[in-house]
């Protein structure tokens, strides 16, 4: 049996990390972020739904202007792939991956600190 994904991590926002919350009279999954989306700038958008903005995204900075909007503080970099994973609360976390071969760090999930002081970006 395979144990725990080790890039799953979890949900602040949850009441039990990766558990759905749940609506006790419907027993319907409450979502309570959803439509979140990664533009070709590379920020990330909510969908604004409900009051409460969505908690912070790692290597990325709330826009003063707009809660739901996540500015990136990623340096540029042509080998990095990033993919976002959907938590079940809605909330996403945006996995970012080396795939420069000349890096120690290829085929490895990479932090921002990771990238912003590599010597091998490609620009």
Same mark, same amino acid.
């Given at each position: 049996?395979? &144990?725990? =994904?080790?890039?799953?991590?979890?949900?602040? #926002?949850?009441?039990?990390?990766?558990?759905?919350?749940? =609506?006790?009279? #419907?027993? +319907?999954? +409450?979502?309570?972020?959803?439509?979140?989306?990664?533009?070709?700038?590379?920020?990330?958008?909510? /969908?604004?739904?409900?009051?409460?903005?969505?908690?912070?995204? +790692? &290597?990325?900075?709330?826009?003063? @202007? =707009?809660?739901?909007?996540?500015?990136?503080?990623?340096?540029?970099?042509?080998?990095?792939?990033? #993919?976002?994973? *959907?938590?079940?609360?809605? /909330?996403?976390?945006?996995?970012? *991956?080396?795939?420069?071969?000349? $890096?120690?760090?290829?085929?490895? +999930?990479? @932090?921002? /600190?990771? $990238?912003?002081?590599?010597?091998?970006?490609?620009?």
């Amino acid at each position: 049996m395979p &144990g725990p =994904n080790p890039l799953r991590k979890p949900c602040r #926002t949850c009441p039990d990390g990766f558990k759905q919350r749940t =609506n006790s009279v #419907t027993k +319907e999954v +409450e979502v309570t972020w959803e439509g979140s989306r990664i533009l070709p700038d590379g920020s990330v958008m909510y /969908a604004k739904t409900g009051f409460e903005p969505p908690p912070d995204l +790692e &290597g990325f900075e709330r826009d003063p @202007k =707009n809660p739901w909007h996540f500015l990136p503080l990623w340096p540029p970099c042509k080998k990095r792939i990033q #993919t976002q994973l *959907v938590k079940k609360c809605g /909330a996403i976390s945006v996995l970012s *991956v080396c795939a420069n071969s000349a $890096c120690p760090l290829r085929q490895q +999930e990479v @932090k921002l /600190a990771d $990238c912003q002081g590599c010597l091998l970006r490609i620009e």
